[in-house]
């Protein structure tokens, strides 16, 4: 790779976070070429983190950079938080790939996505997700907790809404029921008591029982609660154990998601000869 034909430039990232240890781990590694995708599958599974984002300058001419995500199981077709932490990175000049006020990213399934500096960190926008009334009386008992309301979409975005921020908290789903019923997001959510909206995320079906920080989900939530509230901005917390928080923005078909972001680790990956 950059320097030997086994080392990758590495960061370790947390997204959606102010100080370590908080928000969602991202590993953001930056190649010259595409490797095989069962060499990058085992990266991931070695990260063991909820994502890694795997970077290529884009030579089509669309986007700055070629980007794709994965579980430490499966490649996945949307990442909202290592997409953050991936324009982190790539923005910082320090880094070495040119700085700058954005960075856009063509993607396999998610279009072109584009990470931008705010005055309070960096802020990624998502195709919006639309999601529409629901029945799923398996996952309501998988997750242990009647909702008032329930959304989906057929991409696998589930929005569980619940009363109030303590029953979303108190949630201790069973992860093997809700690993039987595919890889969807189960994303449960209520009006929050300090931030306007809160949520806790579970993706067993995605290798990910719970998710720290989820950019994804919240571009289902946004547009979902932007009906709800009446507005196009509001904030947002979620109520893992690492937790996190964001700005959340509906732009037309389009989700702003802001938030900081921290450099954890930075190194280099070695891969066998």
């Not at 700058?100 to 990470?115: D, S």
Request: net charge negative; proline share 5%.
């Amino acid at each position: 790779m950059s320097d030997t034909a086994t080392t990758i430039p590495y960061w370790h990232v947390d997204a959606f976070a102010a100080r370590p240890f908080a928000g969602n781990q991202a590993a953001v590694m930056v190649l010259d070429a595409w490797l095989p995708g069962d060499v990058l599958q085992s990266i991931g599974e070695e990260n063991n983190f909820a994502e890694t984002a795997f970077v290529v300058r884009d030579a089509t001419g669309a986007a700055d950079w070629e980007l794709r995500w994965f579980t430490p199981t499966c490649e996945i077709r949307l990442c909202g938080h290592a997409t953050l932490a991936s324009g982190f990175v790539l923005l910082d000049p320090a880094n070495g790939f040119g700085g700058g006020e954005r960075v856009t990213f063509r993607t396999r399934k998610a279009g072109v996505l584009e990470v931008r500096r705010t005055q309070e960190g960096h802020e990624l926008a998502l195709p919006g997700i639309r999601t529409e009334p629901h029945t799923w009386p398996e996952a309501v008992a998988g997750l242990g907790a009647q909702p008032e309301h329930i959304e989906r979409n057929a991409d696998g975005y589930t929005i569980l809404r619940y009363a109030d921020e303590a029953t979303v908290r108190a949630l201790d789903p069973d992860m093997r029921a809700l690993l039987a019923l595919g890889d969807d997001q189960f994303i449960c959510t209520a009006p929050g008591d300090k931030t306007d909206v809160v949520s806790r995320v579970f993706v067993p079906g995605g290798g990910v029982d719970e998710d720290s920080v989820t950019g994804s989900a919240h571009a289902a939530l946004t547009p979902y609660w932007a009906g709800q509230l009446g507005r196009d901005s509001f904030t947002a917390h979620q109520a893992s154990a690492r937790g996190g928080d964001l700005a959340c923005r509906l732009d037309g078909d389009r989700v702003w998601l802001g938030g900081p972001c921290v450099t954890v680790v930075e190194g280099r990956f070695h891969l066998p000869a």
